[in-house]
């Protein structure tokens, strides 16, 4: 079983060779790594690279001439990920927050026929977010996880997660690559449209970590795309 692990970046130079060497050691078969990087500045692309030479059947790269969103990152390495055969496509972040130990659990969850995603989960039990972040911060993500699911019943505990494990013909079945949404209401609309072709989410508690190295990319805008998306979702209009 291929498994594939997309890792976009932007400016991640010192966080992206710390990911891999995690991913790396993980007892996990036939495991890649494919990292998008959208033209960071601060010469990722080129650690990429170097990673990539150093490990050539493992890590691969996609470079992007622009920074145009998190979703369109995804989408770019997700449809290259499926391209090159991969029977399973992992969304993981650069920064560290997600735990790559994780991910063996998350397979196993995967295996069952009925699951077509599963989820990194900070609000299952067992699941926990950073101590670092501020109050404010912690009652932001659960407002926004209980936001989403008030109005389009996704039946998740964390419906803004990031840290997901794909089957491939679940991935076909939602057609990602049309997915229009960027930024983090992407996360949202690959599980509503999952949801909605009749595939079951299934969640796995992680301990979500801050990052201690480079700046966060949530912008207004970002914040407030994720907050019309689910109600774009629902009445079923164009994104």
């Known amino acids: 079983m291929r498994v594939t692990v997309v890792v976009p970046t932007y400016n991640e130079r010192e966080n992206l060779p710390v990911a891999v060497e995690r991913l790396t050691a993980l007892p996990v078969p036939d495991l890649h790594v494919l990292v998008v990087d959208d033209n960071s500045p601060d010469g990722t692309g080129e650690v990429a690279d170097k990673l990539a ?86 009652a932001l993500s659960a407002w926004a996880n209980f936001y989403v699911n008030l109005i389009l019943r996704l039946g998740v505990k964390d419906a803004t997660a990031g840290f997901k494990a794909w089957k491939a013909p679940t991935l076909r079945d939602i057609d990602v690559a049309s997915i229009r949404s960027n930024g983090y209401s992407f996360q949202v609309e690959m599980n509503y449209r999952a949801i909605k072709k009749g595939h079951r989410i299934a969640e796995v508690p992680i301990r979500f970590e801050e990052r201690t190295i480079g700046a966060s990319k949530m912008s207004l805008k970002v914040q407030l795309e994720s907050a019309l998306m689910p109600w774009k979702l629902l009445f079923g209009r164009s994104v």
């Open 53 to 138: 030479a150093e490990l050539p059947n493992t890590v691969s790269v996609l470079h992007r001439t622009e920074k145009d969103g998190l979703g369109r990152a995804y989408i770019a390495g997700i449809t290259q990920a499926l391209e090159e055969g991969a029977d399973v496509v992992i969304q993981m972040d650069a920064d560290l927050s997600h735990p790559a130990e994780v991910i063996p659990a998350m397979l196993e969850q995967l295996s069952a026929p009925e699951v077509g995603v599963v989820l990194g989960s900070r609000y299952v039990p067992g699941g926990s977010t950073a101590e670092e972040w501020k109050w404010y911060r912690k």
